[in-house]
């Protein structure tokens, strides 16, 4: 399937770029993280037990919804932007009304990724390079602190890293490379995606 079908399938609509430009020069322009490349990822990658799945910067809720829809486990889209929180809203209720419920554990936050507080539920977090290598190592740093006080497994996912990511996070002795997946007819070393573990 191609990406326009596969959004008619799960009755939401991703496809496309942002408009403008991001209003913090820290943060990214979006990009919606193509469905071919999630489908690789789950050929490899099996999410811990109990998974509390956070899409940080998640656009218009592709991956959010996507991973509902598989694997019918909690998600949480965090997005700081106000028009694209809005579309990833109208996104989960076109979700849902297509597959006849009210209600299911997916959930969109428009807010700043590092003003989130992390629950100590929260396990797998996924990151399509949302932000500036700064933003990002505050994150890290939060949920290592989150660790510390809630020990269990967690996973990092790197979908396309930059190598500012990818350094960061090879320096640090919490973490192991649990996969490194190179994804099919792609060129560029960067078109993966890397798996990084906490074990508990």
Not at 45 to 64: A, N
Not at 76 to 95: P, S, T
Not at 157 to 163: G, Q, V
Not at 179 to 193: G, H
């Amino acid at each position: 399937m191609n990406e326009q079908q596969y959004d008619k399938l799960l009755n939401i609509q991703t496809v496309g770029f942002q408009y403008g430009f991001p209003k913090l020069a820290k943060y990214h322009r979006y990009e919606p993280t193509p469905y071919s490349g999630l489908e690789q990822l789950f050929e490899k990658y099996e999410m811990p037990p109990s998974t509390r799945f956070l899409d940080i910067g998640c656009g218009k809720g592709r991956v959010p919804i996507y991973i509902y829809d598989r694997f019918r486990i909690p998600v949480i889209g965090i997005e700081m932007d106000q028009k694209f929180f809005a579309e990833a809203e109208h996104n989960a209720e076109q979700y849902l009304r297509k597959i006849k419920k009210k209600k299911a554990p997916i959930q969109f936050l428009n807010i700043i990724a590092e003003t989130y507080e992390i629950k100590k539920h929260d396990n797998v977090f996924f990151f399509f390079n949302p932000f500036s290598i700064h933003v990002f190592r505050e994150f890290i740093n939060l949920l290592f602190e989150s660790f510390e006080l809630y020990p269990r497994t967690i996973d990092i996912i790197l979908y396309y890293p930059s190598p500012d990511y990818m350094h960061f996070l090879v320096e640090e002795k919490m973490l192991e490379c649990y996969l490194n997946i190179k994804l099919r007819y792609e060129k560029n070393e960067n078109e993966r995606i890397v798996v990084f573990r906490i074990n508990e």
